[in-house]
């Protein structure tokens, strides 16, 4: 059995959500994270592990499995959380669900494979890192890679800021 911890971050951030936000809006967001972590943790059985704990904080969940047997079995306990989100948004989609619950898959689903250290996308990077005969020449590359990432997203952020909020508001209003 897991164990399970809930930071007083997790809880104060709840607090603000839930005073700020409607309550469809909360379940369609929690939905999501449900389903991307259930799609780790499936994965992780899948492959013979066992999670050892989950901890829950403002930053989100982290969870800590037994040490993959293979970087093939890490890679895809790390594609698995994504891929049940993104999985989950074409079935929606295709039943015509369109509501929060299916944006918040589509958004975790992508987001998640950005490759940022913290995110699954950055795991999956520092696995083929560890592969690569020459380690420090990717991983020179791979910063390179976020950093140019960084850059244009910042530049559509500054240059579109009102496309992107419209943008953001029409996928929301489904």
């Known amino acids: 059995m897991p164990k399970i911890k809930v930071k007083f971050s997790f809880l104060l951030f709840n607090a603000l959500i839930f005073i700020f936000r409607e309550s469809s809006l909360i379940i369609g967001f929690y939905a999501a ?19 050892k704990s989950i901890e829950f904080s403002w930053t989100g969940i982290k969870m800590t499995a037994s040490a993959s047997s293979s970087a093939k079995s890490a890679i895809l306990v790390q594609l698995c959380g994504p891929l049940a989100n993104l ?39 520092e696995i083929l890192a560890d592969l690569s005969p020459e380690q420090q020449k990717f991983r020179i590359y791979k910063g390179f890679f976020k950093a140019c ?6 530049v559509l952020l500054i240059i579109y800021p009102e496309k992107l909020r419209d943008l953001a508001l029409n996928i929301l209003s489904y």
């Not at 994270?33 to 999670?51: D, F, K, P, R, S």
């Not at 990432?149 to 910042?154: D, F, K, M, P, Q």
């Open 33 to 51: 994270c449900i389903l991307h972590e259930a799609g780790h943790i499936w994965a992780v059985y899948l492959t013979g592990g066992c999670v």
């Open 149 to 154: 990432l960084s850059i244009i997203l910042a």
């Open 87 to 125: 999985a989950a948004f074409l079935l929606l989609t295709a039943l015509g669900r369109n509501g929060y619950f299916a944006v918040f898959c589509l958004a975790e689903g992508i987001l998640n494979l950005l490759p940022y250290r913290f995110l699954d996308g950055g795991a999956i990077l």
